[in-house]
């Protein structure tokens, strides 16, 4: 079922939208199992994802938009021309065992370190000398 969202969430996520790229497009089939299993996926990676739907008539997106929301329980954010913008919050992840610590780095035992040479100053020749 889909969430709705107030209107200051709805323009949160259109800003966050914004300058996101269409990750999934549906072709000239329309809404297949295939573009509901990528659409789902899309989601649960993302949570808010953009899709490109071809088509002449404004009412058939607005019925694929329809479709895709029930199908996955997302919420209809934006439907801009051939751009419709979905979100589905992630569900939380579940509560396991604390994540567990790399052991401590031991330094490389490396050979001692030569000092470096002394550099001895050497006087410049030519038209400029120090007096």
Known sequence: ????????????????AHRLNPVVLIGLEGVTRGVL???????????LIKIRVP???????????GELCAATGAAAVQHIGKILVLYRERPAEPAS???????????PSLPPRKPAPSRTFKPRRGRFRPR
């Open 1 to 16: 079922m889909p969430k709705e969202l107030t209107p200051a969430e709805r323009q949160a996520l259109k800003g966050r």
């Open 37 to 47: 299993a990528e659409v789902d996926r899309a989601l649960r990676a993302h949570e």
């Open 55 to 65: 088509g002449e008539a404004r009412e058939d997106r607005e019925r694929v938009l």
């Open 97 to 107: 065992a604390p994540p567990r610590r790399p052991p401590p780095r031991r330094k």
